[in-house]
């Protein structure tokens, strides 16, 4: 069955430094992977969404890359900052192809320390 | 801009009652979706709808059911409550521009349902 990992529960780094978070995947070939802030009690907040047939795409201070054939999307923020701390998901449109649903990994926690 | 709305934010009931959850989507949204969220889990995908069709189920129990209005905004029932079902209820909305493209989903603040 389809199955999304992504790294480590939890990840602390030092402000200013760059996070860099991973999502693979298995048994699926999604169209678009997505990534989101969720916030304690909070709904997740969309970030950014790259394309299979894209490589990398940025905003601001984030990075995501896409690689369909390690199965991986790598997620950074550089210059790190206190607020940056929320847990991130990776999301993948539906295991039927459908769009109108996701399936989220885990969630990596991120604790940028001052 | 406006956001997604959900009501109530908190509720409490009892095993056995029946509950129900609403979501107001952003203006001109078609599609709305609807999540569980267990504490310290990823939200896991109930139910969505397009243009007031059932759209796709995911891992929704018998027990709940759900609808979208003329006006766009969908409701979740809840019946026969379990202390399993304690969690965050999140509802989203988009656009949906088509298969492949994207659709990003644009998230409630979640209703939290206790149930005791």
């Known amino acids: 069955s389809q199955k999304i990992e992504q790294n480590s529960e939890a990840l602390n780094i030092q402000e200013g430094k760059t996070a860099t978070l991973t999502c693979n995947y298995t048994?699926?070939?999604?169209?678009?992977l997505q990534w989101y802030r969720q916030d304690p009690g909070r709904g997740p907040v969309f970030l950014l969404l790259?394309?299979?047939?894209?490589k990398e795409k940025r905003k601001e201070r984030l990075k995501v890359t896409f690689d369909t054939t390690l199965k991986q999307s790598l997620f950074h923020i550089t210059a790190s900052q206190p607020a940056d701390s929320a847990t991130y998901l990776c999301?993948?449109?539906?295991?039927?192809?459908?769009?109108?649903?996701?399936?989220f990994g885990s969630g990596t926690q991120l604790t940028v320390l001052p | 801009a406006a956001g997604v709305i959900q009501s109530p934010r908190h509720l409490i009931k009892e095993k056995r009652e029946t509950a129900t959850l609403k979501c107001y989507p952003i203006?001109?949204?078609?599609?709305v979706y609807w999540y569980q969220q267990g504490p310290g889990q990823d939200p896991q995908f109930l139910i969505s709808?397009?243009?007031?069709?059932?759209?796709d189920k995911g891992s929704i129990p018998d027990r709940f059911s759900a609808q979208q209005f003329s006006d766009y905004h969908s409701e979740l029932n809840m019946s026969s409550l379990e202390l399993g079902d304690s969690a965050l209820y999140f509802c989203?909305?988009?656009?949906?521009?088509?298969?492949?493209?994207?659709?990003?989903?644009?998230f409630g603040p979640g209703t939290r349902l206790t149930v005791t």
């Open positions: 989203a909305s988009s656009f949906f521009l088509g298969q492949g493209l994207d659709n990003e989903q644009y």
């Open positions: 048994n699926y070939s999604p169209a678009y």
């Open positions: 790259i394309r299979e047939n894209e």
């Open positions: 999301a993948l449109d539906g295991p039927s192809g459908s769009a109108r649903q996701l399936t």
């Open positions: 203006p001109r949204h078609d599609t």
């Open positions: 709808f397009y243009e007031k069709m059932q759209s």
